[in-house]
């Protein structure tokens, strides 16, 4: 058993898994175990893991959780992985494409003091043919969000021990001691609660320690995007402000 886990929550993820699953296989730092969590899929995201796990070149477990939500299926992940051993948690989801040395740089976050670690969020260019505004827009959407955050009354509270972080949940390392100090992910679907948000709200009053790792990148979908445009995306980080009639975006 290694000390870092990788988790994977995935709800019909068949077109888009098996990229992220190449992603994990690339990286510079191999030392790692990794599990995908079918949320109750009903598509072949199962069959993919199957498949991809035969020459891996790391360990890739498969779980299941019934219960819908992206709060739910990372926490069953996190559960597992703490349960195996693991000492060292991270988290991206099911459409990223995690760069070669994130891993390394997670581990190096951990190891070097922090209990939660964050990086870039960078747009996927191998999903559409995008237009240089596009290229642009995802780092915007996320900066504006992450402005936004530091002033969202919901992150401003006394007991809050240091500031508001961004930490999207696609990009996201944590202690196994931290995640279960603090409660963890909550067990809620996308369209309830931002379940990242959450977990660094949680994490805020019980340590200082967090913070962005440099070289801990991840290229993100731009599919909800597209599907939302920017205002409505905005709106949709903002406190679901938006709320469309679907949310699984595919």
């Known amino acids: 058993m290694t000390d870092l886990w990788v988790v994977v929550p995935a709800y019909n993820e068949e077109a888009s898994l098996p990229a992220t699953l190449r992603a994990l296989a690339?990286?510079?730092?191999?030392?790692?175990?990794?599990?995908?969590v079918d949320n109750s899929s009903t598509d072949r995201t199962a069959e993919v893991v199957r498949e991809f796990a035969v020459t891996a070149g790391f360990p890739l477990h498969l779980v299941t959780e019934a219960r819908k939500g992206t709060g739910a299926a990372a926490d069953t992940g996190m559960r597992f992985a703490i349960e195996a051993g693991a000492r060292y948690?991270?988290?991206?989801?099911?459409?990223?494409?995690?760069?070669?040395?994130?891993?390394?740089?997670?581990?190096?976050?951990l190891s070097g003091g922090l209990e939660l670690a964050t990086g870039r969020l960078r747009p996927r260019t191998d999903e559409f043919r995008l237009?240089?505004?596009?290229?642009?827009?995802?780092?915007?959407?996320?900066?504006?969000?992450?402005?936004?955050?530091?002033?969202?009354?919901?992150?401003?509270?006394?007991?809050?021990?240091g500031p508001y972080l961004m930490c999207p949940g696609c990009n996201l390392a944590i202690t196994?001691?931290?995640?279960?100090?603090?409660?963890?992910?909550?067990?809620?679907?996308?369209?309830?609660?931002?379940?990242?948000?959450?977990?660094?709200?949680?994490?805020?009053?019980?340590?200082?320690?967090y913070g962005q790792v440099p070289g801990m990148t991840v290229h993100g979908s731009v599919r909800r995007l597209r599907a939302f445009g920017l205002r409505n995306t905005l709106a949709w980080y903002a406190d679901h402000r938006y709320r469309p009639d679907v949310v699984d975006i595919r």
């Not at 948690?89 to 976050?109: I, N, S």
Request: charged share 30%; glycine share 8%; hydrophobic share 40%.
């Open 26 to 36: 690339g990286q510079s730092d191999a030392d790692f175990e990794c599990v995908v």
């Open 89 to 109: 948690l991270a988290r991206t989801d099911a459409d990223c494409l995690p760069v070669p040395g994130w891993t390394a740089a997670v581990r190096r976050g």
């Open 131 to 161: 237009k240089l505004w596009e290229s642009r827009l995802l780092p915007a959407v996320v900066a504006t969000a992450a402005w936004f955050g530091r002033f969202r009354p919901g992150n401003q509270d006394p007991r809050y021990l």
């Open 176 to 209: 196994a001691d931290l995640y279960q100090r603090c409660g963890g992910f909550p067990r809620t679907a996308i369209e309830e609660e931002h379940e990242d948000r959450a977990l660094v709200n949680r994490v805020r009053e019980l340590t200082t320690a």
